[in-house]
């Protein structure tokens, strides 16, 4: 079973930037797709960012030009660079490996953002 274990939440303040990092205990070319997910308060989980195994990446339409993800397939880990944040991007963010197009994925356990003034 595959272990995700997500880190940089923190809280910032609007327009700062972070970084998410996931550590990943199996190879990333075991996986069809990495992705990042976030569910804030009272609100479903939802897609931010994922990079298929070929490299294509895909972002949510709100976080386009703001957020960036990478993997570093050395070190099996996948990060979320954010930038330009804003009071909406509070939330719990996921790390997620998918083996297939179609499965549910492995997940971590989260790291809070929270950004305020």
């Known amino acids: 079973q595959v272990q995700l274990v997500e880190s940089g939440g923190a809280l910032v303040q609007p327009g700062g930037t972070l970084r998410l990092s996931c550590s990943v205990s199996q190879s990333l070319f075991d996986f069809y797709a990495m992705g990042w997910y976030r569910q804030a308060p009272g609100k479903q989980r939802e897609l931010v960012a994922t990079?298929?195994?070929?490299?294509?990446?895909d972002y949510a339409e709100s976080v386009k030009g703001r957020f960036f993800m990478s993997r570093d397939i050395l070190k099996n880990t996948v990060s979320l660079q954010m930038n330009g944040l804003k009071h909406d991007d509070t939330a719990v963010y996921y790390c997620?490996?998918?083996?297939?197009?179609?499965?549910?994925?492995?997940w971590g356990q989260g790291t809070q953002v929270t950004v305020s003034s």
């Open positions: 990079i298929i195994s070929y490299g294509e990446e």
């Open positions: 997620s490996a998918h083996r297939t197009a179609n499965s549910t994925g492995s």
